[in-house]
């Protein structure tokens, strides 16, 4: 089934370690996002990219970077943890019109300690 | 820059009844709208979504919402929901230049029916 498949789907990290998660998607979209969950905040967008080769930042982008070599992968690296970092992420891609559907992975759960 | 105010935190319903949730924006320029909605422990999927023409939009499992472009308004409605709408919902705005936009969220609203 096509879609968006993000690993791991939990973890706990200890504060100052690196992470990073993966996300993949079968659909040839170009547009790929990061959104990090805490309650009471909604989705906040972490990082974003248009198209394979580039990437932006978004509304909460320090502690975290992205990279995007290719159009199905979109890794998210967490340089340091730190336990603000707590939260579940979740990777987004769609295909490259502003108007269309945002498919959604099922979500990494991390918890920094 | 877009923004997007969901105007309750939780909203609890009996079974049956009818249930808006709200959603306000900000924007310099037109956008689209869309509202998601999150089931326990799973991702987001699409209810619907607002690009042009009617201001009455009709998306899955009986959901509605209306775009008023005068007050900056995008509210979701169900005329009788069911436990199965338990949920989380998510008001979200996209800027339409370029091909692709950045996708802004609201804070969510949680929908609580009960029995």
């Known amino acids: 089934i096509a879609g968006i498949t993000q690993a791991p789907t939990s973890q706990i990290l200890a504060a100052g370690r690196r992470m990073t998660l993966r996300c993949t998607q079968d659909m040839r979209h170009n547009a790929m996002y990061w959104y990090r969950q805490d309650l009471g905040l909604g989705l906040r967008l972490i990082h974003y990219s248009n198209t394979a080769g580039t990437t932006g930042k978004g509304e909460v982008p320090d502690g975290y970077s992205v990279s995007r070599a290719n159009t199905d992968d979109f890794p998210l690296t967490l340089a340091s943890a730190v336990p603000s970092q707590t939260s579940v992420y979740f990777c987004?891609?769609?295909?490259?019109?502003?108007?269309?559907?945002?498919?959604f992975g099922q979500g990494t759960r991390l918890t920094v300690v | 820059a877009q923004s997007v105010t969901q105007l309750d935190s939780q909203v609890p319903v009996f079974e049956e009844a009818p249930v808006e949730l709200r959603c306000n924006y900000s924007?310099?320029?037109?956008?689209?709208l869309f509202w998601y909605v999150q089931y326990p422990n799973q991702g987001l999927q699409l209810l619907l979504k607002y690009l042009s023409g009617s201001t009455l939009v009709k998306g899955i499992n009986g959901f509605e919402a209306e775009f008023n472009k005068s007050q900056t308004s995008f509210h979701l409605r169900k005329p009788s929901v069911h436990i199965s709408d338990t949920a989380e919902y998510f008001c979200?705005?996209?800027?339409?230049?370029?091909?692709?936009?950045?996708?802004?969220f609201g804070q969510g609203t949680t929908l609580q029916v009960k029995p």
């Open positions: 979200a705005v996209s800027d339409p230049r370029g091909n692709t936009g950045k996708l802004i």
């Open positions: 987004a891609s769609r295909a490259d019109r502003a108007n269309t559907e945002a498919f």
């Open positions: 924007s310099s320029v037109s956008v689209y």
